[in-house]
Nanobody, 115 residues
């Protein structure tokens, strides 16, 4: 299985920006992001295909951007105008295609937005 490693999480004030990275151990197909708040279901955020096709959850698509560097097997989540409600553990995933669910997960990276 593909192994994924996230980085870039941290503490930021409301209105600030943060960029998350996720690198796959080998060749990856579709990659993307979920996030999870304690006590709530894991929520899909974004996915991006090998050729750059993007899908983004409606509540964040104005403020977040997902991108991909295939040479590095890495995807990014650029988050701007962060809000306290964005506080969550962000998980990177890999899937077989744009219509398929995750088949591999990263360990998660904590994003905390203070007010």
């Amino acid at each position: 299985q593909v192994q994924l490693a996230e980085s870039g999480g941290g503490l930021v004030q409301a209105g600030g920006s943060l960029r998350l990275s996720c690198t796959a151990s080998g060749s990856a197909a579709v990659m993307g992001w979920y996030r999870q708040v304690p006590g709530k279901p894991r929520e899909w955020v974004a996915r991006i295909g090998v050729t750059g096709n993007v899908q983004m959850e409606d509540s964040v698509k104005v403020r977040f951007t997902v991108s991909r560097d295939n040479a590095k097997n890495t995807i990014y989540l650029q988050m701007k105008d962060l809000k306290p409600d964005d506080t969550a553990v962000y998980y990177c995933f890999e899937s077989a295609g744009m219509i398929y669910g995750p088949r591999a997960w990263g360990q998660g990276t904590q994003v905390t937005v203070s007010s």
